[in-house]
């Protein structure tokens, strides 16, 4: 997304064009919160499953680091957005800026965690390195983080994804097999919908664009779909 932005986003900035800037990299953080935060929070969710049908069960004490990791990167959806924004207007000396910092909070947390806490204690100063990096762009960006971001599908993309994750783990819970994965990723995909329809968070500029991406023998599908979404009927 990052790289298909960047261009446009460039050209932009070489007309003077901010406000175009800024428009595209807020509808860019909209859809990668919609498309990204559930894929993480379902590979946190299944993250045992995933272990075992693709590493095997000996492997599977690493699922709480792989789900810390799946959970951390969430804000990755608008660390590069944020970077492609920065990357356009020429600020590029602030990755570095971010870089150092985010490395020495990084080993400064995962030093002292390994030892005692193993593949889970690397996880969580891994995680705390992307925060940090994530933290120093948006200080940098503070006076247009508003115009930049949309903060509302974060979290309601978050709210979505909690309640799909709980779901999941619920029913793996009660009926757990690895080889159930296609199941649990099935009934996250259909809470996580319903979820977006509930908290009403799709609009029909974004059922056109769903309809726009998908082959025209689906076409019919993704209307039934977009309409659904958006709670609307003929």
Known sequence: ????????????????????????TRAASRYAALVYVPLAFGLAATALPVIE???????????SALAILAIASTVLCFQYVLTTFFAALG??????I???IALLVGTLTTVPLVIPLGATGAAIGRSTLTFAYLFVLIFYARKDLQSILDWRSFTMAIAASAVMAICVAAVELFVYSKYLLPLYILIGGVVY???LRALKVLNENDTRLLIGFVPSRLRRAAILLGEFLIGYKK
């Not at 997304?1 to 595209?24: H, N, Q, V, W, Y």
């Not at 600020?91 to 570095?96: A, V």
């Open 1 to 24: 997304m990052a790289s298909a932005i960047l261009p446009k986003t460039s050209e932009m900035f070489g007309r003077g064009d901010l406000g175009g800037i800024t428009r595209t």
């Open 53 to 63: 049908l693709f590493a095997g069960s000996r492997y599977s004490g690493g699922a």
């Open 91 to 96: 600020r590029t000396f602030i990755f570095l």
């Open 98 to 100: 971010s870089q150092i």
């Open 193 to 195: 919908i319903l979820m």
